[in-house]
């Protein structure tokens, strides 16, 4: 990773351009055709697979004083329920955009363990708990 200050914001623009959809809906629980729910604690919210995306979400970062780093694989373009899932479920969300970032061929491991400042990302990933089991089976099947 360069030594160049870690906020991109051309690089965001740029992703949120490339990217018009929610990158994760589709990973939530099937509820009908092209539907998804996203569940919260007061139930859920059902959104289709073309719900547009207006939060960039960064993957890792932001915590303790650690830089949020605008490049492609710790960003991601979400709706705001998936967002807010995301930032109330972290272990969850975090398994969501890292599946969706495989997925695209977006993710670098290596750039992410140095965002995070751990060894090893998957190693990390085996000592953390989703609360909700379609993302704990998600997690199963990354580590």
């Given at each position: 990773?360069?030594?160049?200050?870690?906020?991109?914001?051309?690089?965001?623009?740029?992703?949120?351009?490339?990217?018009?959809?929610?990158?994760?809906?589709?990973?939530?629980?099937?509820?009908g055709r092209r539907q998804y729910r996203i569940p919260h604690a007061g139930g859920g919210t059902t959104v289709g697979r073309d719900i547009p995306a207006n939060e960039l979400h960064h993957i890792s970062g932001g915590i303790l004083g650690t830089p949020r780093y605008d490049i492609t694989t710790n960003m991601i373009h979400l709706c705001k329920h998936a967002h807010d899932f995301c930032e109330t479920y972290t272990a969850d969300g975090f398994v969501l955009c890292m599946k969706a970032k495989l997925a695209k061929g977006e993710w670098d491991k290596e750039q992410m363990r140095e965002i995070m400042r751990v060894s090893s990302v998957k190693g990390w990933l085996s000592t953390r708990k989703c609360k909700w089991d379609f993302a704990e089976e998600l997690r199963g099947e990354l580590v």
């Open positions: 990773m360069s030594s160049s200050p870690w906020q991109d914001l051309q690089a965001r623009y740029a992703y949120k351009d490339a990217n018009h959809y929610c990158e994760i809906a589709e990973l939530f629980p099937v509820v």
